[in-house]
């Protein structure tokens, strides 16, 4: 079975600090993707990132990076210099890489509130 | 728009009644998943097509949900006898097979059965 739990249920920061959202994650897969996603009001999900099992190297994009540790399950994501624009629900996902296997399997989510 | 494009954006039924809820992908899309996520909490997979096949479903899918992809185009999630316990968000999905993790999300139909 796998799990993904994000146990920071609602942030709030003020504009321009940074701040990270933790993911950890169970799976008996040797394979496997992880996934951020960005839920914004309008209802949404907006793909952020993927991340194979097998590449632990850290991604930076613009304000955004993530921290894949495999020898904690952990995937976790910094947002540089926040913004009100950040505001939204960020969801951490695990999908096993194997062939006809689609589900996502989605963490509760995290509510990330940005205060001007 | 070349989104994914769900209708209703929001429907509101009694119990007992039948309530149906359409999807269009992606035009260039062949995947398409049904996803249903409550208040509070991610979304939970309910079943992918394949073009018109449906390939995987989930046990959520009770024998009173039924999800049909006929041309391999737009899709349909008909729930019978609704129960307030189907009051959630259905979101409908795409993805193209080559590029088949990275999910395109509509911005769903919430149903609230009274």
């Known amino acids: 079975a796998q799990k993904v739990t994000q146990a920071q249920t609602e942030i709030s920061v003020v504009e321009k600090e940074d701040v990270t959202l933790d993911c950890v994650y169970e799976?008996?897969?040797?394979?496997?993707?992880l996934f951020w996603y960005k839920q914004p009001p309008s209802g949404e999900l907006v793909f952020l990132i993927r991340r194979n099992s097998f590449d632990e190297q850290n991604e930076i994009s613009g304000r955004y990076s993530w921290n894949f540790q495999k020898s904690t399950s952990s995937f976790n994501f910094t947002i540089t210099a926040s913004q009100v624009v950040d505001s939204a629900v960020y969801f951490c996902?695990?999908?096993?890489?194997?062939?006809?296997?689609?589900?996502?399997?989605f963490g509760q989510g995290t509510r990330l509130t940005i205060n001007p | 728009d070349t989104g994914v494009s769900q209708d209703p954006r929001h429907k509101i039924t009694k119990r007992g009644q039948n309530v149906t809820f359409r999807c269009d992908p992606i035009?260039?899309?062949?995947?398409l998943y049904w996803y249903r996520q409550t208040l509070g909490q991610g979304p939970e997979f309910l079943t992918y097509?394949?073009?018109?096949?449906?390939?995987?479903k989930s046990r959520l899918l009770s024998d009173r949900f039924s999800a049909e992809r006929p041309k391999g185009s737009f899709s349909t999630l008909e729930i019978q006898r609704t129960e307030q316990g189907d009051s959630a968000m259905y979101l409908c999905?795409?993805?193209?097979?080559?590029?088949?993790?990275?999910?395109?999300f509509g911005s769903g139909t919430q149903l609230s059965v009274l």
């Open positions: 799976t008996r897969d040797t394979t496997y993707y």
């Open positions: 999905a795409s993805s193209l097979d080559t590029v088949a993790e990275k999910l395109f």
């Open positions: 097509f394949q073009n018109e096949a449906q390939l995987e």
């Open positions: 996902a695990l999908r096993p890489i194997i062939q006809g296997a689609q589900k996502l399997v």
């Open positions: 035009s260039e899309h062949n995947r």
